[in-house]
């Protein structure tokens, strides 16, 4: 589903997008949901994810500060959406920097039915089996097109690699966005905001196709271009981001010849 016709859906039925997320980005990940149209709620306790889920469009699920009992919570979300038929968007974040972190997004990805996985080149790299630098969080390096690729290839899922160029592949597919501005890379949460967007486009289109997860982060990469206009640094870059999510969700025709969608496969 293309970015406008995802904000109309979203502004009409407000669909709530579970997330199980990390405590740092946390914040701005509800803030970039709700501006971006649809409820968030963070829920993570096990007596109560399942039900949650069970109420929502779609179910984020991002590993950023995981420990067992949390990626318990995930299984069990997971599998009340998948009863459900909801889109499971996971960001496998820190993949490749600790055996702990690589091994819970596989499990993830082996026991749930994952519509779209969303991470940057180094994570998306690990999870394809390629070699990859990931230090903490921070991809170093990669290519981010062939870790798409291989990844979407041997995990059977829409498959996005971040960066500089985001690359989104699936169902053989290949979509290359242009958008976006380096401030991105200068906040800490900015890859998790860009799936949480990935997760209310997916709520509104009811898949995680490849066209639907590349017009999020088209649309997501337009906002970051619009708050680089007028921000003095990284501090401001966060609001005016928001503000750019909001602005463009209430009149998506402004998006109209910005979105830089490619098809490249
Ligand atoms: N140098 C850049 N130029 C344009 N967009 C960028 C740049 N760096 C990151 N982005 C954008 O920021 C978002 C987060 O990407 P990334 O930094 O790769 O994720 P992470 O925070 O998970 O490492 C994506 O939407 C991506 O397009
Ligand atoms: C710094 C950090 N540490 C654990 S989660 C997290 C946030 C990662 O956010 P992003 O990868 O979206 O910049």
Redesign the pocket.
Same mark, same amino acid.
């Given at each position: 589903m293309r970015a406008a016709e995802a904000l109309r859906r979203l502004g009409e039925r407000r669909p709530l997008v579970h997330h199980i997320t990390n405590y740092v980005s946390v914040g701005l990940v509800a803030n970039a949901t709700l501006c971006t149209g649809a409820l968030p709620v963070m829920a993570h306790a096990r007596e109560e994810v399942a039900e949650m889920s069970g109420a929502a469009g779609a179910l984020v699920l991002n590993i950023g500060t995981l420990d067992e009992r949390q990626v318990e919570s995930m299984l069990a979300a997971g599998k009340s959406a998948n009863e459900r038929g909801i889109p499971v968007i996971l960001?496998p974040?820190g993949a490749g920097a600790t055996r702990m972190r690589t091994l819970a997004a596989e499990r993830l990805l082996s026991e749930l039915e994952v519509s779209a996985v969303? #991470?940057? @080149? %180094?994570?998306i790299a690990t999870l394809a089996g390629l070699s990859a630098e990931v230090r903490g969080?921070? /991809?170093i390096g990669g290519d @981010?097109g062939a870790a798409a690729r291989e990844a979407a290839a041997s995990l059977g899922v829409t498959v996005a *690699? =971040? %960066?500089?160029?985001?690359h989104v592949c699936g169902g053989g597919r290949a979509l290359a966005?242009?958008? %976006?501005?380096?401030?991105? #890379?200068r906040v800490? #949460? /900015? %890859?998790? *905001? /860009? =799936?949480a967007v990935i997760g209310c486009f997916a709520a509104a289109a009811g898949s995680a196709d490849p066209e639907t997860v590349a017009h999020a982060?088209a649309y997501?990469?337009c906002a #970051?271009e619009e708050a680089a206009r007028t921000s003095g640094g990284p501090g401001t870059f966060e609001g005016r981001l928001l503000d750019a999510l909001a602005a463009f969700a209430a009149d998506p025709s402004v998006l109209s010849g910005q979105l830089r969608v490619s098809d490249v496969g």
């Open positions: 960001d974040v969303c #991470g940057n @080149a %180094g994570e969080v921070e /991809s @981010a *690699a =971040t %960066g500089p160029v985001d966005v242009e958008n %976006g501005h380096p401030l991105l #890379g800490v #949460g /900015s %890859g998790c *905001a /860009s =799936t982060l997501f990469g #970051g």
